[in-house]
Nanobody
Framework: QVQLVESGGGSVQAGGSLRLSCAAS?????MGWFRQGPGKERKGIAG???????NYADSVKGRFTISQDNAKNTLYLQMNDLKIEDTAMYYC????????????????????WGQGTQVTVSS
């Protein structure tokens, strides 16, 4: 069982930046960031495997960067040029399987989930 703890959420004005972190208690083969806005379904926005291969949703490509520190079992999401539509609860997810990069945004493949951290972007 892998425990995940997110941090770094908060409120920011449009155009601003935030950095999310997710500390994992053990080994992970793949990790991802998902978000769920009000009245919307949870969607994958960025994923990374243990080798550093990444995948991004079109909605965040060029603005968000996913990275990891394998030695610290920590996942990061640098979010730049934030938009009002980025407002959501952000969840960290992990799998002990190293999935191919094309599957990294697929929620059913992740066994472990964090509690979420709220990101609110205002005008």
């Amino acid at each position: 069982q892998v425990q995940l703890v997110e941090s770094g959420g908060g409120s920011v004005q449009a155009g601003g930046s935030l950095r999310l972190s997710c500390a994992a208690s053990g080994y992970t083969g793949s990790m991802g960031w998902f978000r769920q806005g009000p009245g919307k379904e949870r969607k994958g926005i960025a994923g990374i495997d243990r080798d550093g291969n990444t995948n991004y949703a079109d909605s965040v490509k060029g603005r968000f960067t996913i990275s990891q520190d394998n030695a610290k079992n920590t996942l990061y999401l640098q979010m730049n040029d934030l938009k009002i539509e980025d407002t959501a609860m952000y969840y960290c997810a992990a799998s002990d399987v190293k999935w191919g990069w094309q599957f990294l945004l697929s929620a059913p493949l992740y066994r472990f989930w964090g509690q979420g951290t709220q990101v609110t972007v205002s005008s």
